[in-house]
């Protein structure tokens, strides 16, 4: 599969549409459309073919705190690198760009906790743990 990578941000409807097909949770347009212009730093991974979004990750964070988030791949590219890529784009932006104080976290899915240890992330427990609060619930 030939893709270019970008850092130009997708649609609000593009984001959430492959949210939901990678088996992320849906997330409102409006309340994505906003959310995507507060990024620190986006990637993405579109089909040379047609232009699809095939992938993506981002980066959220306030200079000194920061989250990995959202990083989905459809469904019929995952596995072959993808996740990969876009995760090599994002830890070079951050050894680029960020303080040398910065923290930066992430909530991993189980497996894909393994992609992220070969960037040098490691798991917080027992020293702590992550947690969640899920509006709306």
């Given at each position: 599969m030939d893709?270019?990578i970008?850092?130009?941000l997708p ?7 492959l949210?939901v ?16 212009l507060?990024?620190v730093?986006?990637?993405?991974l579109?089909?040379k ?17 920061f989250?990995?988030s ?9 596995g ?5 890529v ?8 951050i050894?680029?760009n ?10 991993a ?7 992220y240890?070969?960037f040098g992330?490691r ?5 702590s743990?992550?947690?969640?609060y899920?509006v709306?619930n």
């Amino acid at each position: 599969m030939d893709y270019v990578i970008t850092t130009e941000l997708p649609s609000a409807e593009e984001f959430v549409q492959l949210r939901v097909d990678a088996g992320l949770s849906f997330r409102a347009i409006e309340a994505s459309r906003k959310a995507l212009l507060k990024s620190v730093y986006f990637v993405g991974l579109r089909s040379k073919e047609n232009g699809k979004l095939i992938g993506m990750g981002r980066l959220v964070g306030d200079g000194i705190m920061f989250i990995v988030s959202d990083i989905a791949v459809f469904p019929s590219f995952q596995g072959k690198g993808f996740g990969k890529v876009i995760m090599t784009h994002i830890k070079d932006y951050i050894e680029a760009n960020l303080d040398k104080t910065a923290c930066v976290t992430l909530l991993a899915d189980v497996p894909a906790h393994g992609l992220y240890k070969q960037f040098g992330f490691r798991e917080s427990a027992p020293v702590s743990i992550g947690m969640i609060y899920q509006v709306g619930n």
